[in-house]
């Protein structure tokens, strides 16, 4: 089996690159372990804090980001952080060539029921000019990303990643600590017979969300002409996992209860590294308006709509949004 270090080589990716990829997941091997131990090292439950989403944090929520926020600011790659448990960058090298965005811990209300959880993460040039506290050199588009991935902690400690040349799977051997390639270049099938959406939320939506979802419930009797099935994991990391093995469409679309926020999933550090995964898989990514890699990033913790995975099914599904 194919090593990491072999793979990234084989793709090009710069040396700075690679070891700064390497420094990340030692961090991730490290919430690896640190999930797995759960109950017995006291790390499950919730903290009395808030972060600035609003969201209380879960214990692992903070530990996750205190791992990687330690390890990325002492490598010397990094510029500055941004994180979903931080509310604003972390300055970290002026020297450093990479900005990383990451979500240390998805899923985290999964941690209490020993459910799927994992780090997402986007690396992207530290232009020159930007003092590391400016979080303005964070606002670039998708298309920017040199490498985006995330670690799954499943009954396997799973890694999807991309550095533009196709999405690759490894799997965590826990007995050297290496990752060891699982799968090259896979690809999502083009069509799907299974969605993922958070159907509690229906009477937010909008008009096209609305009709396309009930013309999949109709199945073979409604337009589709075929039945779907679903799945939802509440861990975007579990739903983009599934998707990338055996192909669906996931979304978390625009809800109509606050205007001001067009969507749940954060654009720098959720969306944007899915969707690189995604399309460097053959999928598709879309904010249901144009595709998610291209929007431009306003603020640091910028939600979007999301509609991703198989390609015919979200431009089906992006269809009724045009229409
Ligand atoms: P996080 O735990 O990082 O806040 O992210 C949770 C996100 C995402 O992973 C998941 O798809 C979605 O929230 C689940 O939302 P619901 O609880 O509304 O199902
Ligand atoms: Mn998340
Ligand atoms: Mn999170």
Not at 148 to 171: D, E
Not at 185 to 214: G, L
Request: hydrophobic fraction near 35%; include cysteine; charge should be negative.
């Amino acid at each position: 089996m194919k090593r990491l270090n072999t793979v990234l080589q084989n793709d090009g990716a710069p040396l700075e690159l690679i070891l700064l990829i390497r420094t990340l997941l030692a961090a991730c091997k490290e919430i690896s372990f640190r999930v797995g131990q759960g109950a017995l090292a006291g790390v499950l439950g919730s903290t009395l804090s808030e972060n600035v989403q609003g969201e209380t944090q879960k214990k692992l929520d903070v530990i996750s980001n205190q791992i990687l926020k330690d390890i990325l600011s002492e490598s010397g790659y990094v510029k500055a952080i941004s994180s979903e448990e931080e509310e604003t960058v972390v300055p970290c090298n002026p020297d450093g060539k990479y900005l990383v965005s990451y979500d240390p811990l998805d899923g985290s209300s999964n941690t209490d029921i020993n459910s799927l959880i994992g780090t997402i993460f986007s690396i992207t040039h530290a232009p020159q000019w930007m003092d590391p506290s400016d979080p303005s050199a964070f606002l670039q588009p998708g298309t920017q990303m040199v490498a985006a991935g995330y670690v799954l902690y499943g009954p396997s400690t799973m890694l999807a990643m991309t550095t533009g040349r196709g999405t690759h799977l490894y799997t965590l051997d826990k007995t050297h600590g290496g990752f060891l390639l699982a799968e090259e270049n896979i690809s999502v099938p083009e069509q799907t017979k299974e969605f993922a959406i958070n159907s509690s939320n229906q009477r937010h939506w909008e008009a096209p969300m609305q009709d396309y979802i009930s013309d999949l419930l109709m199945g073979s009797e409604g337009p589709r002409g075929k039945d779907f099935n679903m799945r939802w994991v509440g861990a975007m990391v579990g739903d983009i996992h599934r998707i990338l093995c055996r192909g669906g469409i996931f979304s978390y679309p625009f809800d109509k209860r606050n205007p001001k926020i067009p969507g749940k999933l954060r654009l720098l550090y959720e969306a944007n590294p899915m969707s690189f995964l995604i399309e460097q898989a053959g999928g598709a990514a879309s904010t249901g308006a144009g595709r998610i890699l291209e929007v431009m990033p306003t603020e640091i913790h910028q939600r979007v709509p999301v509609i991703m995975g198989s390609k015919e099914e979200v431009e089906t599904c992006v269809g009724y949004h045009s229409k």
